[in-house]
């Protein structure tokens, strides 16, 4: 259903503030839009990038995809127009930015905390999957918070609808499973086997399988080569929910519903954010 009629929008209607990055299609600056005062999050992608890549078909799909996600730990994509030269997303604005720099600032994050965010990140993926979307390039990077602290999944440049098992590699090795650095079918469970990957980074501060060489990365993944260091202390509950996650054999991985019911969830996570 449609609360408001389709505006058009265009750049007049804004005003644009600093840059946020630099992504593989354009830029990103905050932006206000003049006559709510509104700030958002303006994406610039160059068409001749799309040409040149001929990714039409993907951001069409994809603009698709965003028009039709509302969910709170889900940045919203609020609209797109365009000119001549380049297409411009209108974006949501994390106000407080990249859970990427908490989670380097401090180090790691408390038990509290980092069930938190596992328990928004799978509310969004369950959210996803019933979408019969599959995110699969779930990273801090592409985690961002908002003015409350609440957890948004940000980054959907590679985000499909999955009709068949998917079969594309994508960003770095550390969150991937053993079927996708095996280049094998994969399907809804790869998000299950992240949220193990975020959880132990979330509580330890760097991803488990992490080497020097990505080869080496590789042969950890595939032996499920995981320990747990003795600092910082993390609770038995905790690493009961990682060992039940990082499982090679993707069909023996804890769901989404049941990671919700799982004990350190249940203790640690603040259900209000
Ligand atoms: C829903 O989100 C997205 C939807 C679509 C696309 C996209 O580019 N799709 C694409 C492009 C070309 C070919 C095919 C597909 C990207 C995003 N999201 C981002 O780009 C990251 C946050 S940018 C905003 C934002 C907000 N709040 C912040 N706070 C600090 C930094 C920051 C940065």
């Keep these: 259903q449609r609360e408001t009629p389709k505006k058009q929008w265009s750049l007049k209607d804004f005003e644009i503030g600093k840059p946020l990055g630099k992504g593989k299609f354009g830029r990103v600056y905050v932006a206000r839009e003049l006559k709510s005062k509104y700030i958002v999050a303006l994406k610039l992608i160059f068409k001749e990038q799309i040409e040149k890549y001929k990714i039409h078909h993907q951001l069409r799909r994809e603009m698709e995809i965003q028009t039709s996600l509302r969910h709170p730990n889900i940045l919203r994509l609020y609209g797109w127009f ?38 928004s990140l799978t509310n969004a993926l369950a959210y996803c999957h019933e979408k019969h979307v599959i995110h699969r390039d ?24 999955s009709r068949s098992k998917r079969h594309t590699m994508c960003g770095t090795l550390d969150y991937l499973p053993p079927e996708m650095v095996e280049n094998k079918a ?19 501060g760097s991803p488990p399988f992490e080497a020097e060489t990505q080869s080496d990365t590789f042969k950890r993944i595939m032996k499920v080569d995981l320990s747990f260091p003795s600092t910082p202390p993390i609770s038995e509950e905790a690493k009961n929910l990682i060992l039940r996650l990082l499982v090679r054999d993707s069909s023996q991985r804890l769901s989404l519903q049941k990671i919700l019911e799982h004990p350190w969830i249940i203790k640690n996570a603040d259900p209000t954010v």
């Design 82 to 119: 365009h000119d001549d030269e380049r297409i411009f997303l209108i974006l949501e604005y994390a106000h407080r930015g990249e859970l990427y720099r908490l989670l380097r600032k401090n180090g790691h994050l408390s038990e509290k905390q980092a069930a938190t965010y596992i328990a």
């Design 138 to 161: 779930i990273k801090p990077e592409n985690l961002l918070l908002d003015h409350e602290g609440r957890l948004k999944i940000a980054d959907f440049g590679w985000s499909v609808q």
């Design 186 to 204: 994969h399907d809804y469970a790869v998000d299950n086997w992240t949220l193990g990957i975020l959880c132990y980074e979330f509580l330890y």
